[in-house]
């Protein structure tokens, strides 16, 4: 099950002002807005209702009812937060843990990580990327970094479905690919962050020839996401 309050704290931080008082005001105190009109939580949060609903939007819900019912599933339900990741991730960095205690740290924090990750990616953007690469005959991969270990492994699968890939680890030649986008391709951009300069460049020279472009970024607002026509995001790991 979805963890509403998870999905809440992963976006919190990258708010706008108006829009993170009222996330803060709803992680510090769950169960009172089950007791408010959309107004009285605003003006609670020191905010207003108009932002109120621009935050339902943000969260992809159906207005201030469906963010209550949402809401109230969790409180009712108690499947909140449970390890908060800071600790986990305190404890992983423990130099005097042996082996054995290393591994169950790991073990915890990426069972966290894969629970944020129900919580924040969106099950309609996924339909909507996979919708977009099997109408394509060709597909792009942009990125470098770490990301080249996602992407090699994203080649060999969609390789697999029979799709063309054009994939070079050379980000400047990622650029030139994308100049020569056509109407049946479409690219697929990996960036953490969504801040790399030449994964960015790439993704506008596409663009700019009118080209498709899926991008999985962090969750939260980065220019690589921005520019994209479906964006599958992830949860922030929190280091």
Request: aromatic content about 8%; charged content about 25%.
């Amino acid at each position: 099950m979805q963890s509403f309050l998870t999905l809440i704290e992963q976006i919190e931080k990258d708010l706008p002002t108006s829009e993170r008082k009222i996330a803060e005001y709803v992680l510090q105190n769950p169960s009172a807005p089950l007791q408010m009109t959309m107004t009285e939580l605003s003006a609670a949060a020191g905010s207003s209702p108009a932002i109120v609903v621009r935050l339902c939007k943000r969260l992809n819900v159906n207005g201030y009812a469906d963010f209550k019912l949402r809401l109230s599933r969790e409180v009712f339900s108690n499947e909140g937060k449970d390890s908060e990741p800071e600790q986990i991730m305190e404890n992983f960095y423990d130099s005097g843990l042996n082996t054995r205690d290393l591994t169950v740290q790991y073990i915890k924090f990426t069972t966290k990580n894969l629970s944020n990750l129900e919580s924040v990616l969106d099950p309609k953007a996924i339909d909507a990327a996979a919708e977009m690469i099997y109408k394509s005959k060709t597909v792009l991969l942009i990125g470098q970094g770490s990301a080249e270990v996602t992407l090699s492994d994203l080649q060999y699968k969609l390789a697999r479905l029979g799709k063309n890939i054009i994939y070079s680890k050379d980000v400047n030649l990622q650029i030139a690919q994308a100049y020569s986008m056509t109407d049946d391709m479409v690219a697929f951009g990996i960036s953490y962050f969504g801040e790399d300069t030449l994964v960015n460049q790439a993704a506008k020279a596409l663009k700019e020839c009118g080209g498709k472009l899926i991008t999985l970024t962090k969750i939260g607002h980065n220019h690589l996401a921005r520019l994209a026509d479906v964006k599958l995001q992830i949860p922030s790991s929190g280091y």
